[in-house]
Each structure stands twice: as C-alpha cells, then as structure tokens.
C-alpha cells in the first residue's frame, strides 16, 4: 500500500496492482505525511497549515485469514 499526492488530492494505491484503492480531496497541494504506529491513520499537512487525520479502510491494516 502506498499513498501518494496527485494536485490537491492524495491517492491510496495497492502496491501490487497500481490499483487506486481510494482517494481523498484536500484543501490544496499536501506538503508533508506521516503514517501513525498503529497503520490504520494517515496525517497530512497541506500548503495552507491545515491537517487532516484519516483513517485507512480496515480490511487494509487486518492480516487476511
């Protein structure tokens, strides 16, 4: 899994496949991110100082069974 920026969006894609997973809109262009410890959450940073937390889809942080 690797997220990366494309404009003012940032792109969640499956590594694998080069699939987009999903995307989320932002306030502008994102200048920095960081994913949490726990790998389900995402912090980014846009051009304007604003931070968005976002939460992964779970089926992509659970180990399959």
Request: glycine letters at 10%; proline letters at 9%.
């Amino acid at each position: 899994t690797l997220i990366g920026a494309a404009g003012a969006k940032l792109v969640l894609l499956d590594t694998a496949s080069g699939k987009v997973i999903q995307t989320w809109p932002l306030r502008g262009p994102p200048t920095g991110g960081r994913f949490h410890p726990d790998g389900r959450h995402v912090f980014v940073t846009n051009i304007d100082s604003t931070t968005y937390v976002l939460r992964l889809p779970l089926e992509l942080v659970q180990p399959k069974q």
